[in-house]
């Protein structure tokens, strides 16, 4: 069964990075579209950033040019670089394929403290 696990998230002041990583079972992210999203408390599941097998990328509005994604296909991984925190940027983030969803790993919790 296709298993999803992200880490590298903690708690870091506003203006911070932190550099999440996401590793799969099998090579689920060597063959497929990956994403990163979020959930914010109370809110619901968001994607922030997006990126195809040949690495092209797409971010939502709140996180252009501030997130980086990545992938290394033969590592079978996708990370995301996040610089410039800012508070609402809080919340747990996870990966996943966004046009299969496979079942959703246990998500690494962002804490941006101001």
């Known amino acids: 069964q296709e298993q999803l696990v992200e880490s590298g998230g903690g708690l870091v002041q506003a203006g911070g990075s932190l550099r999440l990583s996401c590793a799969a079972s099998?090579?689920?992210?060597?063959?497929?579209?990956m994403a990163w999203y979020r959930q914010a408390p109370g809110k619901q599941r968001e994607l922030v950033a997006r990126i195809t097998i040949a690495g092209s990328t797409m971010y939502a509005d709140s996180v252009k040019g501030r997130f980086t994604i990545s992938r290394d296909n033969a590592k079978n991984t996708v990370s995301l670089q996040m610089n410039s925190l800012k508070p609402e940027d809080t919340g747990v983030y996870y990966c996943n394929a966004p046009y299969v969803l496979y079942n959703w790993g246990q998500g690494t919790q962002v804490t941006v403290s101001t």
């Open positions: 099998g090579s689920i992210i060597s063959r497929s579209v």
